[in-house]
């Protein structure tokens, strides 16, 4: 089972950015990251292949989210930028030994972090 440790979250002004890293135990595995806001259910953000040839975004982050991945270093990033207040959340990342059908769906992960919290003030 692979080990995943977040980091990289904090608070910041809306328009400003954050660079969250997800560091794993291995490396192979498709990633994603999720983010849950209270009383909210958990939503994909975004997701990158074993060899970074595919990604995955929601539309709500999609041109101010980017993720990557260093396998050399077993991890992946989140660059977020222009963020908005709607973007606080416990950021989360997952892992799945093989690519899913459904990439940012929660279901398609078993292996996931503790979370970052990233805040996002107006």
């Known amino acids: 089972q692979v080990q995943l440790v977040e980091s990289g979250g904090g608070s910041v002004q809306a328009g400003g950015s954050l660079r969250l890293s997800c560091a794993a135990s291995?490396?192979?595995?498709?990633m994603g990251w999720f983010r849950q806001a209270p009383e909210k259910e958990r939503e994909g953000v975004a997701a990158?292949?074993?060899?970074?040839?595919?990604?995955y975004y929601a539309d709500s982050v999609k041109g101010r989210f980017t993720i990557s991945r260093d396998n050399a270093k077993n991890t992946v990033y989140l660059q977020m930028n222009s963020l908005k207040p709607e973007d606080t959340a416990m950021y989360y990342c997952?892992?799945?030994?093989?690519?899913?059908?459904?990439?940012?769906?929660?279901?398609?992960?078993?292996?996931w972090g503790q979370g970052t919290q990233v805040t996002v003030s107006s």
């Open positions: 997952a892992a799945a030994p093989w690519a899913p059908a459904s990439p940012l769906s929660r279901l398609s992960y078993k292996n």
């Open positions: 291995r490396s192979g595995d498709f």
């Open positions: 990158i292949s074993a060899g970074s040839t595919l990604t």
